[in-house]
């Protein structure tokens, strides 16, 4: 999970002036300020270049760190790589069950600096093992699965997929920064939650388009134990869009559990797939009636 959903169902809305609005003041002033320039805000250390550059380096570092643990765990066994992808799945999960378990006890515990110490405690951990999980794929062997010419033809589709899944998500109105990295999981007053859009058709868009990227690392390798790895990837996104969706719950009460029954987690439901993929490949926009 790249980015994963992270509180993702919110954006600004319209009062009947047709001005936009966030909650309560700081929300409109936090309103003007969107993606780094937000991030900024909040974590006083990417306001230098230098400490930018060295936590960028440090979740490199983590990252090639992990990659290091496949490539040496991957060769002990034709099916290690399940087992080591299941043991930093499981590490991914435990870290999404703290960071949205966390979120409120670190708003209430250090207030405005509560993000600032939010990110360096889990946000970074939580993307940097479950990208690790996403790229896992691409170091995996095995005997071919498909033709080259079609492996190549489907497996670079599944990952253009994931940029038209971010593109249709950006549209909605979800902040990749805002959204995406847990500052509306902290400060949720900030934004108000959307089911519009690609939003009506699935609840975790960013987690299926992150999906579509590892099948389509996985493809591209052409084998089925590199395919059955990026299966696995499900295991933490789903575990985080179950513990974010309890917390929208909190929140919004009986308006998120309709939407719960109304609008599948991560894949459409069948009858929807054509109107869905209509949907992805078209410049138009559904809203919920």
């Given at each position: 999970?790249?980015?994963?959903?992270?509180?993702?169902?919110?954006?600004?809305?319209?009062?009947?002036?047709?001005?936009?609005?966030?909650?309560?003041?700081?929300?409109?002033?936090?309103?003007?300020?969107?993606?780094?320039?937000?991030?900024?805000?909040?974590?006083?250390?990417f306001?230098?270049?230098?400490?930018?550059?060295?936590?960028?380096?440090?979740?490199?570092?983590?990252?090639?760190g992990?990659m290091?643990?496949?490539?040496?765990?991957?060769?002990?066994?034709?099916?290690?790589?399940?087992?080591?992808?299941?043991?930093?799945?499981?590490?991914?999960?435990?870290?999404?069950?703290?960071?949205?378990?966390?979120?409120?006890?670190?708003?209430?515990?250090?207030?405005?600096?509560?993000?600032?110490?939010?990110?360096?405690?889990?946000?970074?951990?939580?993307?940097?093992?479950?990208?690790?999980c996403?790229?896992?794929?691409?170091?995996?062997?095995?005997?071919?699965?498909?033709?080259?010419?079609?492996?190549?033809?489907?497996?670079?589709?599944?990952?253009?997929?994931?940029?038209?899944?971010?593109?249709?998500?950006?549209r909605s109105?979800?902040?990749?920064?805002?959204?995406?990295?847990?500052?509306?999981?902290?400060?949720?007053?900030?934004?108000?939650?959307?089911?519009?859009?690609?939003?009506?058709?699935?609840?975790?868009?960013?987690?299926?388009?992150?999906?579509?990227?590892?099948?389509?690392?996985?493809?591209?390798?052409?084998?089925?134990?590199?395919?059955?790895?990026a299966?696995?990837?499900?295991?933490?996104?789903?575990?985080?869009?179950?513990?974010?969706?309890?917390?929208?719950?909190?929140?919004?009460?009986?308006?998120?559990?309709?939407?719960?029954?109304?609008?599948?987690?991560?894949?459409?439901?069948?009858?929807?797939?054509?109107?869905?993929?209509?949907?992805?490949?078209?410049?138009?926009?559904?809203?919920?009636?």
């Open positions: 999970m790249k980015k994963a959903e992270r509180n993702g169902h919110t954006k600004k809305g319209t009062n009947h002036t047709g001005k936009s609005h966030t909650l309560g003041e700081e929300g409109d002033k936090m309103a003007q300020k969107r993606g780094f320039d937000l991030l900024k805000e909040k974590v006083p250390e306001r230098n270049p230098l400490k930018t550059a060295g936590i960028a380096a440090a979740g490199v570092l983590i990252f090639l992990i290091v643990f496949f490539q040496w765990f991957d060769g002990l066994k034709w099916y290690a790589a399940l087992i080591s992808q299941f043991i930093v799945a499981l590490v991914c999960s435990v870290f999404s069950r703290f960071y949205v378990k966390n979120a409120e006890k670190y708003r209430k515990k250090y207030g405005n600096r509560a993000y600032r110490n939010f990110f360096f405690h889990f946000v970074i951990l939580l993307l940097v093992t479950g990208n690790a996403i790229f896992h794929p691409l170091l995996v062997k095995g005997p071919p699965l498909l033709p080259v010419y079609l492996a190549l033809v489907l497996g670079t589709f599944l990952v253009l997929m994931r940029f038209l899944f971010e593109w249709h998500i950006h109105g979800f902040d990749e920064i805002g959204h995406g990295l847990g500052i509306f999981m902290v400060f949720p007053e900030e934004a108000q939650r959307v089911s519009s859009d690609i939003y009506s058709y699935i609840r975790h868009p960013m987690f299926a388009g992150d999906l579509c990227l590892a099948l389509g690392f996985a493809v591209l390798r052409n084998n089925l134990l590199a395919v059955l790895t299966l696995v990837c499900l295991i933490p996104f789903l575990i985080e869009a179950r513990l974010e969706d309890r917390e929208l719950v909190k929140r919004f009460r009986e308006e998120h559990r309709r939407y719960i029954r109304e609008t599948p987690a991560i894949f459409p439901r069948l009858r929807d797939t054509g109107k869905f993929f209509r949907f992805l490949f078209s410049k138009g926009t559904k809203k919920n009636e």
